[in-house]
């Protein structure tokens, strides 16, 4: 024979949200604990670790490994104007500082007008030189006038 309980259905589902209650409870101390912790120092082999003090001076760092040491990014430097390499002075990998001679080039544009520049000037100065001969000819050639006139006087 069955016997009715009627609050069996409300106990259970107290006793659910207690227990539930209590869960989340214990989740938020834990998550809470866990927040307040400080990082762990990263942990090393000591054999892997040079043990010494600590000295003031230069650090020197050399590094050695087998193989060609290769450019992550090359450059390139865009002239801006045309040229031809004829002698490279420094190769890569040089030490270079602030007006070192890495390369010498050569562009027959820029020589033939550096010429052309050059003989331009040169006949701009003998130009000069010509003028300046006539304007003193043509001042002698007045002083002489002035003169004649003088003693015609």
């Known amino acids: 024979m069955d016997i009715a309980r009627p609050n069996i259905a409300k106990e259970k589902r107290r006793k659910r949200i207690i227990y539930a209650a209590i869960a989340v409870v214990v989740l938020a101390g834990i998550t809470y604990g866990l927040a307040k912790l400080k990082p762990a120092a990263p942990t090393v082999e000591k054999n892997l670790v040079w043990m010494d003090v600590v000295k003031r001076g230069p650090m020197v760092r050399q590094v050695r490994g087998l193989g ?61 030189a010509n003028q300046r001969v006539q304007l003193e000819s043509q001042l002698l050639q007045a002083e002489s006038t002035a003169a004649g006139a003088k003693s015609n006087y």
Do not use: C, H
Not at 73 to 92: C, F, M, N, S, Y
Not at 98 to 114: H, M
């Open 68 to 128: 060609t040491l290769v450019p992550e990014e090359i450059r390139w430097i865009a002239a801006r104007t045309q040229g031809r390499v004829d002698k490279i002075i420094l190769r890569p990998g040089a030490p270079v500082e602030p007006g070192t001679l890495i390369l010498e080039l050569t562009n027959p544009d820029v020589v033939s007008a550096a010429a052309n520049a050059k003989s331009q000037l040169l006949a701009a100065e003998a130009q000069l």
